[in-house]
């Protein structure tokens, strides 16, 4: 992956073609697109200017799926929303926003997804104690053997740690 690629691609059918057994379609990079209007175009383009399409498929290295009717405009917000995160946060947001709903709660993801997330952990006890030992430094002299247990169900209560190990705040 190069650095300001979503790496967001997707692949449209022409609806009518396809319903009548043709396949008339292809896939369209949006890294390849400066805006929305040459991602229409280029949707047109492969299409052959359908009234109606159809999202087959999609690839997205963050995991950003959509739906087979989304709308373009959405499509190019959740390409936009990931050229201005950082590239070794972009994981972090894709799994934010499948969390919360999906492309359709895309706008909630974008506004909230900074303050929900953590960082990335082993595991939920590990961020509990770095976010202790942030707060009271002397817990990081504490010897071995005198540490106390973190209440993992209680951290989970408040908090949520994907496979990838990204650590949010519940929402």
Same mark, same amino acid.
């Given at each position: 992956?190069?650095?300001?690629?979503?790496?967001?691609?997707? &692949?449209? +059918?022409?609806?009518?073609?396809?319903?009548?057994?043709?396949?008339?379609?292809? +896939?369209?990079?949006?890294?390849?697109?400066?805006?929305?209007?040459?991602?229409?175009?280029?949707?047109?383009?492969?299409?052959? =200017?359908?009234?109606?399409?159809?999202?087959? %498929?999609? !690839?997205?290295?963050? =995991?950003?799926?959509?739906? !087979?009717?989304?709308?373009?405009?959405?499509? $190019?917000?959740? &390409?936009?929303?990931?050229?201005? #995160? &950082?590239? %070794?946060?972009?994981?972090?947001?894709?799994?934010?926003?499948?969390?919360? =709903?999906?492309? !359709?709660?895309?706008?909630?993801?974008?506004? =909230? $997804?900074?303050?929900?997330?953590?960082?990335?952990?082993?595991? #939920?006890?590990?961020?509990? +104690?770095?976010?202790?030992?942030?707060?009271? /430094?002397?817990?990081?002299?504490? /010897?071995?053997?005198?540490?106390?247990?973190?209440?993992?169900?209680?951290?989970?209560?408040?908090? $949520?740690?994907?496979?990838?190990?990204?650590?949010?705040?519940?929402?």
């Amino acid at each position: 992956m190069r650095v300001n690629e979503s790496t967001i691609t997707v &692949h449209f +059918w022409n609806l009518a073609a396809y319903t009548s057994g043709q396949l008339v379609g292809d +896939w369209v990079d949006l890294d390849q697109c400066a805006d929305l209007d040459e991602f229409r175009d280029k949707v047109k383009q492969v299409t052959r =200017g359908a009234e109606e399409i159809l999202l087959s %498929d999609s !690839e997205c290295d963050f =995991g950003i799926t959509f739906s !087979e009717y989304q709308d373009l405009g959405s499509i $190019w917000e959740a &390409h936009s929303a990931l050229l201005e #995160i &950082h590239e %070794d946060e972009r994981d972090a947001f894709a799994e934010y926003l499948s969390y919360i =709903g999906g492309v !359709e709660s895309l706008d909630e993801c974008v506004s =909230g $997804w900074r303050d929900a997330y953590c960082g990335r952990f082993d595991s #939920i006890e590990e961020y509990a +104690w770095q976010y202790a030992e942030d707060i009271y /430094p002397e817990l990081a002299n504490c /010897p071995p053997g005198f540490r106390v247990e973190v209440d993992a169900v209680a951290w989970e209560s408040d908090h $949520w740690i994907s496979a990838t190990g990204n650590v949010f705040r519940s929402v």
